[in-house]
């Protein structure tokens, strides 16, 4: 079992950062493929971006790709959502997620098996 427990959300200008964080407990996260979800008003819940176990590879949605960074602390079994050049279309719920995804899994939220219980952004215009 992974407990997930996701912070850092909130309400920001179109421009700003915001930096989301997701600690874990129950299993370390290098034995887990760690990714972000979001999920906006009458949407259906989509990828963010996921970092792999080792913590050297990332890979990102091509919305963000370029405006978000993430990182992991291993020691400390946390993960890290950099979040810059926010605009409107960012607003929705941010979730953590952890899994051993399929290859064919790794982008959807199906491939998962630990979540968190997400947190909001709202990205004022």
């Known amino acids: 079992q992974v407990h997930l427990v996701e912070s850092g959300g909130g309400l920001v200008q179109a421009g700003g950062s915001l930096r989301l964080s997701c600690a874990a407990s129950?299993?370390?996260?290098?034995?887990?493929?760690m990714t972000w979800f979001r999920q906006a008003p009458g949407k259906e819940r989509e990828f963010v971006g996921l970092?792999?176990?080792?913590?050297?590879?990332?890979s990102y949605s091509d919305s963000v790709k370029g405006r978000f960074t993430i990182s992991k602390d291993n020691a400390k079994d946390m993960v890290f959502l950099q979040m810059d050049s926010l605009n409107f279309e960012d607003t929705a719920v941010y979730y953590c997620?952890?899994?051993?995804?399929?290859?064919?899994?790794?982008?959807?939220?199906?491939?998962?098996?630990?979540w968190g219980q997400g947190t909001q952004v709202i990205v004022s215009s």
């Open positions: 997620a952890a899994g051993s995804p399929s290859m064919a899994a790794l982008r959807i939220p199906s491939g998962y098996d630990y």
């Open positions: 129950g299993r370390a996260i290098t034995s887990a493929v």
């Open positions: 970092i792999t176990r080792s913590g050297s590879g990332t």
